[in-house]
């Protein structure tokens, strides 16, 4: 944890969040401006940066990552009809928080990235 990053103090439960998810690796909780009816971020309670910052020994933290994405996804109702994951990394990256994390996105139709 570090003192300043405010995704290790919901975490450690030092801030206030809507947590949906938790256990011994990660903390998933409600975005607090959602862009769609579904939007969670689900964040490895080991402090990482980025992806530039993923060691070989997180390999199994990161799949984990996409487990409980899809977990939730079936619990959001959103897995049918699909959703977005997304990992910003780095500023240019759109990347706010330096504690990396993964959005599940859905509950509406997704416009196309690319434009």
């Known amino acids: 944890m570090t003192d300043h990053c405010i995704f ?3 975490i450690a439960r030092e801030a206030r969040a809507d947590i949906v998810y938790h256990d011994e690796q990660v903390t998933a909780f409600r975005d607090i401006h959602p862009v769609a009816p579904t939007h ?4 490895p309670n080991k402090h990482i940066e ?3 910052a993923v060691a070989p020994e997180d ?3 990161m799949g984990h990552l996409f487990t409980v994405a899809g977990k939730l996804a079936r619990e ?3 897995h049918h009809n699909g959703y977005r994951l997304i990992v910003n990394t780095g500023a ?3 990347q706010t928080v330096f ?4 959005h599940l996105i859905g509950g509406q139709r997704m416009q196309h990235p690319m434009g």
Not at 99 to 102: Q, R, T
Request: proline share 4%; glycine share 14%.
């Open 92 to 94: 240019d990256g759109g």
């Open 59 to 61: 390999e199994p933290l």
């Open 99 to 102: 504690h990396l994390h993964l």
């Open 40 to 43: 969670i971020l689900i964040v």
């Open 76 to 78: 959001e109702g959103i």
């Open 50 to 52: 980025s992806v530039n």
């Open 8 to 10: 290790c103090k919901i």
